[in-house]
Each structure stands twice: as C-alpha cells, then as structure tokens.
C-alpha cells in the first residue's frame, strides 16, 4: 500500500467551479501536510501548508485537514484557466534534520474558459 | 540569479556516456535535495544533503552519484544510466530541519537512449 494516495485525474472543469482535489495517508505519524502547484515545464511552488486538522485559508485555495480520517483536500473557488497545474499533496512526519517529504502521485487539473 | 536554478534544462545521453547535473541555490540554504519524477509516479527523493551531511535514497542504483562542494550547489552525476532513468530530475533547497519549505528548480529533463 502506498503511503499517499492521490487520484491522478486528469480533472477537466469550466472556468468559475469549484475544484475539490484529495489525498488520502496510512502513516498516522505525518503531522504536516502541503500542497504544491507545479505548472508545464516548472518545479513544483509550495501553495499551502497546514499542521493541525481544520481549515486554513489564503485567497481562493482552503486546505482541509482531517487526521482522524487520514484525509486532506484542497479547494480551489472561482477556479481560473491559470489554475492549470499539476496539484501534488505531500506530508512529513517530522523528527529529522531535513524535509523529509513523502508526495501523492499528484492530479492534473485543467480549467478550461 | 534568484531561488534555484538548474542546469542543463535538458539533455539526452547515451547508456554509456557520463554527464552532470548542476544545481545552485541563492537562498541561503544550507540543506540540498536531488528528486526524482517519473510519469505517473510520486516525486522520488534520491539525495539530501543537510548540514555537510548526506542521506540517501537506499533504493538509488550507484549510476547516480551526488556530490555537494557547498551549501549553495549541488551535482548529480551520472554513468552508464538506462532507458529507464528518464525523467525530470528536480533539485531543492530548504533551512535543515524537518519542516521548513522546500523551493524547487525547474528541473532537467533527461532522456536516455
């Protein structure tokens, strides 16, 4: 069993929806947990960062956080062509001197206008 | 040069050539990491190296090879690498803890015949 899994889509929705993308985990020792955008051609650009359960917020993106459940997810409202991204959620435990970052396979969303 | 850069952006080798990868990072960094990302795979962490010292990937075959002069380049070199080793090869920095943000490169996209 893969520690993250994450559907790999790809996710096509119009221009102005609301886009729901998730990742689910094994290892209950993760305790932080991100999602990175990674557009064509790029290196992957940290979006959201989270630590606890609940909800955070930053513009039109909410990461949700669920421990008990092992399930994260990311919202995207009002979604926009330039919201065409490969979406990769990643986690660490923590406990060591580097970033040890354990990813999802990543979903490739495309907004189209 | 600002964030992390990487060079070449592409390249195609033969099975029996030798060539590096270059990475440098103008953040003030002092910890390095080498991934690796596969179509329809996760991000693959191959090399850290995190306060002069390194951590690898058990699983990396010894064609890849890291090497670190300083805190602000990083190398990968290869030799004798296998069709299967094509990728996008990512490079990263981050502070040397556990949970500090982790800023990517464009990668190399490498293509091996």
């Known amino acids: 069993q893969k520690e993250v899994e994450q559907d790999p889509g790809p996710l096509s929705v119009p221009e102005g929806a609301i886009v729901s993308l998730n990742c689910t985990y094994s290892?209950?020792?993760?305790?932080?947990f991100m999602w990175y955008r990674q557009y064509s051609r790029k290196g992957p650009e940290l979006l959201m960062y989270?630590?606890?359960?609940g909800n955070k917020e930053d513009g039109r993106f909410t990461a949700q956080v669920d421990k008990s459940s092992k399930y994260i997810s990311l919202f995207i409202r009002d979604s926009q062509p330039s919201d065409s991204a490969t979406y990769l959620c990643?986690?660490?435990?923590?406990?060591?001197?580097?970033?040890?970052?354990?990813f999802g396979q990543g979903t490739i969303l495309t907004v189209h206008p | 040069e600002t964030g992390v850069t990487q060079t070449p952006r592409h390249l195609v080798m033969g099975m029996t050539n030798k060539k590096s990868l270059k990475c440098e990072q103008h953040?003030?960094?002092?910890?390095m990491y080498w991934y690796k990302q596969s179509a329809k795979k996760p991000l693959e962490l191959m090399f850290v190296?995190?306060?002069?010292?390194?951590?690898e990937n058990n699983s990396v075959p010894s064609r890849f090879s890291p090497e670190c002069p300083n805190s602000s380049h990083l190398f990968l070199h290869l030799h004798t690498l296998q069709p299967e080793d094509s990728a996008l090869y990512l490079c990263a920095s981050s502070q040397a803890t556990a949970t500090e943000t982790q800023y990517f490169g464009p990668g190399t996209r490498l293509l091996v015949l």
């Open positions: 290892n209950s020792a993760f305790q932080y």
């Open positions: 953040l003030g960094h002092n910890a």
């Open positions: 190296y995190s306060l002069e010292e390194r951590v």
């Open positions: 990643a986690m660490i435990t923590g406990g060591t001197s580097y970033g040890k970052l354990t």
């Open positions: 989270t630590y606890s359960s």
